[in-house]
């Protein structure tokens, strides 16, 4: 049986768009969706509605800027951005996530005990 695609916990969405926007730049949500996608070794499947939702709130919070332009295959597309405040942000989740994840590795090392 092969393994089943992850749920992502609250924030981590954001946190992975930040991230990819900050690794390659400007890109469209069709294109930060395939990125995370890819990166994750297709362990995160992201439909329109939850990178959009995602793309909206980021952009409200000001982290990152969207711009119409027009896409690879001439179509319309919002291109988004990450902005200072997001970079901060991103160093901010990025490190919380770290300790957190580090704290996972050690409780989950210490063996059943039964």
């Not at 609250?10 to 995370?36: K, N, P, S």
């Not at 160093?91 to 063996?111: I, N």
């Amino acid at each position: 049986m092969g393994e089943s695609k992850l749920d992502l916990l609250q924030g981590t969405l954001d946190l992975m768009v930040l991230q990819t926007l900050a690794a390659m730049g400007e890109l469209h949500g069709y294109g930060i969706a395939r990125r995370i996608e890819q990166v994750s070794g297709d362990a995160v499947l992201l439909n329109q509605g939850t990178i959009y939702a995602s793309l909206v709130r980021l952009q409200q919070r000001g982290w990152i800027d969207g711009e119409w332009g027009t896409s690879d295959n001439n179509r319309k597309a919002k291109f988004y951005s990450i902005t200072r405040r997001g970079r901060k942000q991103l160093a901010e989740d990025a490190a919380y996530w770290e300790r957190l994840s580090a704290v996972m590795r050690r409780v989950l090392s210490t063996g059943n005990r039964e």
